[in-house]
């Protein structure tokens, strides 16, 4: 690799090496190859006699582009202003036998299956390592489900949860994406055998007018493709909206991928949690004793590109002329590939921080105390309701002390005092024997540990039981930087 050359820092710094080899030049025209491979494995099938072994047999022994034949491709694509007519002049010169298969060696069989086999591929590479996560938080959650923390709305503190409670927020949004990303990919069909502007009419000719052998080769090919059926209704291409529905749900994803992280940025800076941090990490080049949550960061950046991709799947969907145009195909090569390593990097970034995350008690401990006898003043007023007292009087007395003991927080830096202001406060005699009880953080936290173990035990071990086996054998996925 050339360093005067620009490469995408997905494939350099990001993703994985097994995405990166889905979408990789050799990856996309041996797989073109295999497609034409199966039409003429399940044309000799049906009977068709001008598929012979020897051809087919060439073809099977050269699935596989070599290194030596890209350059040959190159040249043809430069002097035929076509990729796939490249290819089938490449793959010819290694197959000559083949090259008299009708339809065998043409763009339509190979390109756009081709790209369906790439999304479905793609889908069941994230899928597994989605689960992997899911897996890691609901065991988080479950070990601090009755951690007590305080609550967050508007940015402010509110009543309070638990630590685990907090982390299943991020689980429910990942067990909706990965509800969306299985849908997507058991939505996906193969195109098939279609003809060039999808009626057949060419395969039709080809067997003499037996439609139910036309049929039969759609059937052929999904099976040797690993797809249960084709579309019905195609153009000239698989219809473009099918990449606008994958897109979408990977760019769900990248959504959830940046509200996970901007949280655990902001208990970061709340110093209450922390994602991992290496013993010889640099947080910062001039300031040594930061700890930059640097993971959750990048995981933010990643996941808010992959947000914005699948408007190019929207536009080219929408501005596609009746079969087929062709200014899909310039976009899709970027856009595409570009979504996938993205969810892939993102998936690496969310397995990395939620193996390691670290939690501070005493810390979340303390801004709980520091708040908690302002969130328990309801709760005191109700127990003067009870003794007997006026409501409006206890909440104009508890509003009092609360602004006098925030005023000495906030303008004075100190302790908050309003339970002592309380105690010192002749109204209140009659509820100071109950204090105690009332400040207790359990009572506030309402159902959170209950509801943590169901939704584990209900809706998370569903959700993951298809990847039981996978989940048995995972470790922690390593960073690359």
Not at 391 to 399: G, I, L, N, T
Request: net charge negative; hydrophobic share 40%; with cysteine.
């Amino acid at each position: 690799m050339s360093n005067d050359i620009y490469t995408t820092p997905l494939t350099g710094r990001y993703s994985s090496t097994e995405m990166q080899r889905l979408f990789s030049p050799r990856t996309r025209f041996s797989t073109w190859r295999q497609l034409w491979v199966w039409l003429a494995e399940a044309q000799k099938e049906l009977e068709l006699p001008e598929v012979t072994q020897e051809g087919l047999d060439q073809m099977r022994n050269h699935i596989t582009i070599t290194d030596e034949e890209f350059p040959i491709a190159a040249a043809e694509e430069k002097k035929r202003r076509h990729d796939v007519m490249a290819h089938v002049h490449t793959f010819g010169r290694v197959a000559p036998a083949a090259e008299k298969f009708s339809t065998s060696l043409s763009n339509e069989p190979c390109i756009h299956n081709a790209d369906l086999i790439f999304l479905k591929r793609g889908l069941e590479l994230l899928l597994p390592k989605l689960a992997t996560v899911i897996d890691k938080l609901g065991k988080f959650a479950r070990d601090y489900k009755d951690l007590h923390c305080l609550g967050y709305t508007h940015g402010q503190p509110a009543q309070p949860v638990t630590v685990g409670k907090r982390a299943c927020l991020w689980i429910q949004d990942l067990l909706m994406d990965l509800r969306n990303l299985e849908r997507a990919r058991d939505d996906l069909r193969l195109r098939g055998c279609q003809g060039t502007t999808g009626t057949q009419a060419s395969f039709l000719q080809i067997f003499k007018g037996d439609h139910a052998k036309v049929d039969r080769l759609n059937e052929l090919i999904c099976q040797k493709a690993g797809f249960e059926s084709a579309y019905i209704i195609s153009s000239q291409t698989y219809s473009r909206k099918i990449d606008v529905d994958v897109l979408q749900a990977l760019a769900g994803f990248g959504a959830t991928c940046e509200r996970t992280g901007t949280d655990i940025r902001h208990l970061s800076m709340l110093h209450e949690i922390e994602e991992p941090f290496e013993k010889d990490q640099i947080g910062s080049s001039a300031m040594a004793f930061k700890r930059n949550p640097m993971r959750s960061e990048r995981l933010c950046s990643l996941g808010r590109h992959l947000t914005t991709l699948p408007q190019d799947a929207i536009n080219t969907y929408s501005h596609q002329w009746f079969e087929r145009s062709l200014d899909d195909s310039a976009n899709r090569r970027i856009s595409i590939p570009s979504a996938f390593l993205s969810a892939d990097a993102c998936v690496i970034l969310l397995d990395n921080i939620s193996s390691g995350l670290v939690v501070y008690p005493a810390v979340i401990q303390k801004r709980l105390e520091d708040e908690l006898p302002f969130m328990a003043t309801e709760s005191i007023m109700m127990a003067c309701v009870d003794k007997g007292l006026s409501r409006q009087d206890a909440h104009e007395e508890a509003r009092r002390l609360s602004h006098e003991a925030g005023a000495v927080v906030k303008q004075e830096g100190k302790p908050n005092d309003l339970i002592e202001r309380i105690k010192r406060t002749e109204f209140f005699k009659p509820i100071l024997g109950q204090l105690d009880a009332l400040l207790d953080s359990k009572a506030y936290i309402g159902r959170a540990p209950q509801q943590v173990e169901r939704f584990l035990s209900e809706e998370v071990s569903a959700a993951l039981r298809p990847y039981a086996s996978h989940l048995s054998t995972v470790g922690t996925a390593e960073l690359h930087v």
